[in-house]
């Protein structure tokens, strides 16, 4: 029954897309006018930047409204325009809430891009990232601007197995392999060979990435996917979704719902315009779970589907930088202990970022972004273990993100809900969504206009998995 209702919602939508325009839509003559005047004032910085079609205001309509515009959004709307059959066929809106992206965990993520997961869709997801960012300048380009750099540093991820884990690494290699990723496994004796600086003690199995790893700079890959996409047509504004106005109807017993217009709301400022929309893509990060509570998800019945909540949550997490004249060269790998602490090199001169999940009992409030400064004790004890050089260190600043952390497996939540058919997501990533953004990016544009996954299988990334109750396991989260 419900599968019936995900294809009739998704044909609907994409039978108005398909039309090219959204005059098309059967609910043209419902249009509300905004409720108050339109908005004139406070104009971010960034606006002084922008193209025509990126005015203060949004439109009044859009195919393909993406709220959120962190990295996942963008890619998803440069893929939207890089898919359009014809030119301007799709109007694809990206809102974003913060110009200043103060919070977004795009902006302050570690950077990493990593093979080594234990699920092949994580595998393939990276492979496919790393090969557009390896090519990024043939997709990304624009004509005479400077060409993308996203200071890229090539440098395998070292992951640490004790006896204990060594089993499961075991087990990820021959997986990784099988997808078709370039991984090593270490003996500590070729281990201590590769990395003269590393105690081995307690480490019986490492396994290193020998290519698609390394680092780069988040910021400079949301921009040269917005810059992209803006001068493909998208529309930008700068505001914030504050709801989504709907339409309910009944089929087979089962209530269905259908948003038809998002409220942006304008910066220091009560008012807000309805756009007129056909799609949602909810891509609003480690705030995905209050948008889609917009829609009443989540707070249904209890046992029934439009009680099931998308469990995304903001989960905070620390970044350490610290200084070490004597650490380990420009050859250190991103290296990922057993214990759960990781670090890598930053930039050069002996300067390093570390960090470590905390415990589920531990997590830190998520009311602010503030950095617990006491937290780095949990986390030098095994970083002066396994390097010892790191027994002397400098803490040179620190500062927290928000995961966009799933709550039920941790994994990315891709696709379209079984109530709400025209609202899509594409979020959840937790500690891994800036790597696989661009593939995911190509995978919603595939949903969304050809109606299935053509270049990579997602399905196991649907919401069913959280109606039914089967997580999907990814044993190599860090
Ligand atoms: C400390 C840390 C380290 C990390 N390290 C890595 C790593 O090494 N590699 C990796 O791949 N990933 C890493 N991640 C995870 C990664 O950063 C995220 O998975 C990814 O950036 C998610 O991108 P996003 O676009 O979905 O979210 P965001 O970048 O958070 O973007 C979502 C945007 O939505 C906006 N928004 C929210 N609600 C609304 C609304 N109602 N209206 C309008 N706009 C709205 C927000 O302002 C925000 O800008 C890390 C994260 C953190 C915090």
């Known amino acids: 029954m419900v599968r019936g209702g995900i294809s009739l919602g998704c044909r609907t939508a994409l039978h108005v897309l398909a039309r090219g325009s959204l005059t098309a839509i059967r609910y043209r003559d419902e249009i509300p006018r905004p409720l108050v005047r339109p908005y004139a004032g406070a104009v971010g910085p960034g606006f002084l930047l922008m193209q025509d079609n990126n005015s203060s205001l949004p439109p009044e309509r859009a195919d393909i409204v993406i709220v959120g515009g962190g990295v996942v959004g963008w890619s998803i709307a440069y893929w939207l325009k890089q898919k359009e059959m014809i030119r301007d066929g799709v109007r694809v809106l990206v809102v974003e809430r913060d110009p ?33 960012m390896r090519n990024i300048n043939e997709h990304l380009s624009v004509l005479n601007d400077d060409p993308v750099d996203l200071q890229f540093n090539h440098s395998g991820y070292l992951f640490l197995a004790s006896e204990k884990v060594a089993h499961i690494m075991e087990e990820n290699y021959s997986t990784q392999r099988y997808a078709g990723a370039k991984v090593s496994l270490l003996s500590p004796t070729q281990l201590k060979e590769k990395c003269p600086w590393i105690n081995t003690d307690g480490v019986v199995l490492a396994s290193y990435g020998l290519e698609n790893e390394g680092w780069f700079d988040p910021w400079m890959l949301l921009n040269a996917f ?46 807000y315009q309805p756009v007129e929309c056909a799609i949602v893509v909810n891509a609003a990060g ?3 779970g209050k948008v889609a509570e917009m829609m009443g998800i989540g707070l249904g019945p209890k046992d029934t589907i439009s009680g099931i909540p998308l469990p995304v949550e903001p989960r905070k997490r ?24 990781y670090f890598r090199r930053e930039g050069l001169g002996g300067n390093y970022i570390a960090g470590m999940s905390p415990e589920e009992e531990e997590e830190p409030e998520t009311n602010n972004l503030e950095v617990d400064h006491q937290f780095f004790q949990n986390i030098w004890p095994h970083l002066a273990h396994r390097v010892p050089a790191f027994e002397c260190l400098k803490v040179k600043s620190a500062w927290a993100g928000f995961y966009d ?23 959840g990533f937790s500690g891994h969504g800036l790597q696989h953004s661009p593939a995911i990016g190509r995978a919603m544009a595939e ?8 270049t990579l299988d997602l399905s196991a990334f649907s919401f069913k998995r959280i109606m039914t109750k089967e997580p999907i396991l990814e044993r190599n989260i860090v």
């Open 100 to 132: 200043t992206y103060s919070q977004a965990s795009t902006v302050l993520s570690a950077g990493g891009i990593r093979q080594q997961f234990s699920l092949p869709e994580n595998i393939h997801l990276s492979m496919a990232s790393a090969d557009f």
């Open 226 to 271: 917005r810059r992209k996409a803006i001068s493909m047509g998208v529309y930008q504004c700068f505001g914030e979704v504050t709801g989504l106005c709907l339409c309910q109807y009944h089929r087979d017993k089962v209530d269905f719902r259908r948003i038809k217009y998002a409220n942006v709301q304008m910066p220091n400022s009560l008012e």
């Open 286 to 288: 480690a705030l995905s």
């Open 318 to 341: 620390f970044i350490y930088v610290v200084h070490c004249p004597n650490g380990p060269g420009l050859d250190t790998p991103f290296l990922v202990d057993y214990s759960g602490v």
């Open 405 to 427: 952390y799933n709550t039920f497996d941790q994994n990315g939540i891709v696709g379209m809900h079984p109530l709400v058919n025209n609202m899509f997501f594409a979020t």
């Open 447 to 454: 949903l969304i206009l050809d109606g299935g996954f053509k």
